[in-house]
């Protein structure tokens, strides 16, 4: 050893001490700086030929857990799904109301049902038949406006969506940007702490719209992919491309299919210009992106489903003609479609008339077998080839399509269509036959009974009755306000949006005696008769039917059954019931979050006091080196003076 060798020693300490300074004072300085952590000079022993030359400055580094960083941007995405359905959710809990809150769907209906009440005790007061219009009117005009919130908010997602897309794209081209500057920097061995820094705001940025992975390359570069395997930022970072609509309704939804789809679709642009749909081939499951699209194609639609449902059942419920087939042998039931005596008829133009089935008309038919009660149900269509047809009925499992394109104007060849549609139905298909224009049904057999067979079918014209086409298809004056048959086949379902179009039959509104008016088959029904009423209130408040499962409350198997009134308040409470379960989930998982968030500032951030004890230790260690080369000085000074 030497007095040069310690000079030298006491020389690095110095510059060593000066950079851990200059550490602690960027520490300091940032310690409430958002995205910044902990830095640290870490140092080695300098050796030269295999001895001691002092200490040796290594590359500022962080104190960073990459696998907790990981499990944190996971945790992210999953707080900002959850709190992006949260929020909409609740705006629809609120809009929905309570059942006791007289804002509510619930209580429109059930009001509606206590002013038929009235008419059934007082037909022929008009002050009661008015309020009864007025208040059919109010449960339209709030379907109305239920649907069309429904819609803005499903429009919103839409704007918020290409937002969200323009910020990941952002924080895309930073990553490859620093992604680039850190790999030249580690090539020349210098420190790369606070760009790692700032592209981990990038890499959080992502994480808030859409659940990544990430890889870090040996030369410190980081490569994203999307959950499903997607490359987002490798050499150069892809592009997301979104196609928002400006206004939505309730038709536009998501397809494959370009000319078919009515909403913006998530595509994926590769640096060399491949596209990819991720809505079809890897949605981003988690983030604010996956929660609003959540909302956009499920959860909206399925609130705007139940306003159909809602709508749809006051206009058939209402309006259903029910015709029993009667029994006309010892183990046959029979009718003739044909036969003004045996089929649904109509008086409204003063003789007899055959009605003849429409798209939208069905057949109910409940059977015992094996001492359970069970149902099917035939449903009449113009075009049976629709691929959609069984999305489109409530009970998909038990469905039978009848195609009556072609069908006579008096029904002529239907009997045999609906004979030979049943003859694949199990297990009640073979009890089904035809003869002529007559349709035979055998109501027994040694393991199933026909219990009953009704055909039930839409009134499009108040005359007839009791059923009354109270409300129809079309709210506006400037629209021609149409009947509604709840038809099934056609290519844009005339129920989807039905909330936002219903409106109470211009008819009845011009004269209130229709709400007690009608003809019947002994002739016109006075004013005074309290039958239509009667008739109108039982449907909303006795007969119960079958509801579609997309509305979420029941499924396909199991299918929701009530009266009307029954389904505004299971709405009502579903929508309660979801934004409830859903703000628990988001609080719960908000928790693990923070956790986690604590559990990765206290090993990453900066802690003041930490800061200040390591101060007065490099300020210590800075002194002692600083006192060896003074000592080293004097040393030499004593060598000189020996000359």
Request: proline share 3%.
């Amino acid at each position: 050893m030497s007095l040069f060798s310690a000079l030298n020693n006491a020389v690095t300490g110095l510059k060593a001490n000066q950079i851990g300074l200059d550490v602690v004072s960027r520490n300091v300085a940032n310690a409430n700086t958002a995205g910044y952590t902990k830095k640290i000079a870490p140092r080695e022993n300098a050796i030269l030929d295999g001895d001691g030359a002092g200490v040796r400055i290594l590359p500022t580094q962080r104190q960073v857990d990459q696998r907790l960083l990981q499990s944190l941007r996971a945790e992210i995405s999953r707080s900002e799904r959850l709190d992006t359905v949260t929020d909409y959710l609740t705006r629809v809990d609120e809009l929905f109301g309570r059942p006791d809150q007289e804002t509510s769907i619930a209580y429109a209906v059930n009001t509606l049902s206590i002013r038929m009440g009235e008419l059934v005790d007082n037909p022929e007061n008009a002050g009661v038949r008015k309020a009864v219009i007025s208040q059919a009117d109010a449960v339209a005009r709030e379907l109305n406006q239920l649907s069309e919130a429904v819609q803005d908010m499903r429009s919103e997602t839409e704007k918020s969506l290409s937002l969200a897309v323009d910020e990941v794209n952002n924080a895309l081209k930073g990553i490859e940007q620093l992604n680039r500057e850190i790999a030249n920097r580690e090539a020349a061995n210098l420190t790369t702490a606070d760009l790692e820094d700032r592209r981990d705001i990038h890499l959080q940025t992502l994480a808030r719209n859409m659940d990544i992975r990430t890889v870090e390359r040996g030369d410190g570069a980081m490569t994203v992919f999307t959950n499903s395997g997607h490359v987002l930022v490798n050499e150069r970072a892809a592009q997301l491309s979104f196609d928002g609509r400006q206004v939505l309704t309730a038709n536009d939804a998501y397809s494959t299919d370009d000319v078919e789809r009515g909403v913006g679709s998530l595509t994926l642009v590769s640096p060399g210009g491949t596209r990819v749909d991720l809505l079809e081939d890897g949605p981003p499951r988690q983030g604010k992106i996956a929660g609003l699209l959540e909302l956009r194609d499920e959860r909206l639609p399925e609130a705007q489903a139940q306003l159909d449902e809602i709508a749809h059942n006051l206009a058939l419920g209402m309006a259903d003609r029910e015709t029993t087939i009667p029994l006309t042998g010892t183990n046959t039931r029979s009718m003739d479609f044909t036969d003004a005596a045996e089929a649904p008829i109509t008086r409204a133009s003063g003789s007899d008339q055959v009605l003849r089935v429409q798209d939208g008309d069905r057949m109910a038919i409940s059977y015992t077998q094996g001492g359970m009660e069970k149902s099917m149900t035939v449903y009449f269509v113009d075009d049976a080839s629709n691929t959609d047809l069984l999305n489109r009925v409530p009970d998909p499992d038990n469905a039978v399509f009848v195609d009556i394109t072609g069908v006579g104007a008096q029904n002529q060849g239907l009997a045999n269509r609906i004979a030979t549609a049943m003859s694949s139905a199990m297990p009640i298909g073979g009890l089904f036959s035809a003869t002529g224009e007559r349709l035979n049904i055998s109501t027994t057999t040694a393991t199933v009974s026909i219990d009953n067979v009704a055909l039930h079918q839409a009134s499009t014209t108040p005359a007839d009755g009791p059923m009354l086409n109270l409300f129809a298809n079309g709210n506006s004056p400037r629209i021609e306000q149409e009947a509604y048959t709840g038809n099934l086949s056609s290519t844009v379902w005339e129920k989807v949006g039905f909330a936002g179009r219903i409106g109470v039959n211009t008819n009845v509104v011009d004269d209130d005696t229709l709400l007690v008016r009608y003809t019947a088959e002994h002739g016109e029904v006075a004013v005074g008769d309290n039958a239509r009423p009667r008739f109108l209130m039982d449907q909303l408040t006795e007969t119960r039917f079958t509801y579609s499962p997309n509305t979420g409350l029941g499924d396909a198997t199991h299918p929701y059954k009530g009266t009307i009134l029954d389904l505004g308040r299971a709405v009502v409470s579903y929508q309660g019931m979801e934004a409830t379960t859903q703000q628990s989930l988001s609080e719960d998982q908000a928790t693990r979050t923070t956790l986690l968030e604590q559990r990765h500032s206290s090993m990453t951030g900066v802690n003041v006091d930490d800061e200040l004890a390591e101060l007065i230790l490099l300020q210590s260690a800075y002194s002692a080196s600083a006192k060896v080369v003074q000592t080293v000085d004097r040393l030499f000074d004593d060598l000189m003076s020996l000359r």
